[in-house]
């Protein structure tokens, strides 16, 4: 099992940037597909962006072309820059990390605590 602890999270204006962080920990990290999930009050859970333990990566259309996913394995760590900000991005930002068999339409795996991004003006 891994443990997770996301950061970077804040309030910014629309078309600002953040970058959010998510540290692993307890097991080996480059073994993992990672992905980055949002929450907005009163919606589902949604897959953001996925990246895999060689290194291919995935992105819901809503931010194509806005966000990117990256990992480092020498840290342990997953980065998802975030550009372009719109209101409809406000929401807790999770980090998530799972072994195959891979299918990111269910939430299962290990989870963070979560990072807040608001968007507003």
């Known amino acids: 099992q891994v443990q997770l602890v996301e950061s970077g999270g804040g309030l910014v204006q629309p078309g600002g940037s953040l970058r959010l962080s998510c540290v692993a920990s307890?097991?080996?990290?480059?073994?993992?597909?990672m992905g980055w999930y949002r929450q907005a009050p009163g919606n589902q859970r949604e897959l953001v962006a996925s990246i895999s333990s060689e290194g291919n990566t995935n992105y819901v259309d809503s931010v194509k072309g806005r966000f990117t996913i990256s990992r480092d394995n020498a840290k342990n760590t997953v980065y998802l820059e975030v550009n372009s900000l719109k209101y409809e991005d406000t929401a807790v930002y999770y980090c998530?990390?799972?072994?195959?068999?891979?299918?990111?339409?269910?939430?299962?795996?290990?989870w963070g605590q979560g990072t807040q991004v608001t968007v507003s003006s």
């Open positions: 998530n990390a799972r072994r195959a068999p891979i299918d990111w339409r269910y939430l299962y795996g290990s």
């Open positions: 307890g097991s080996i990290f480059r073994l993992y597909a």
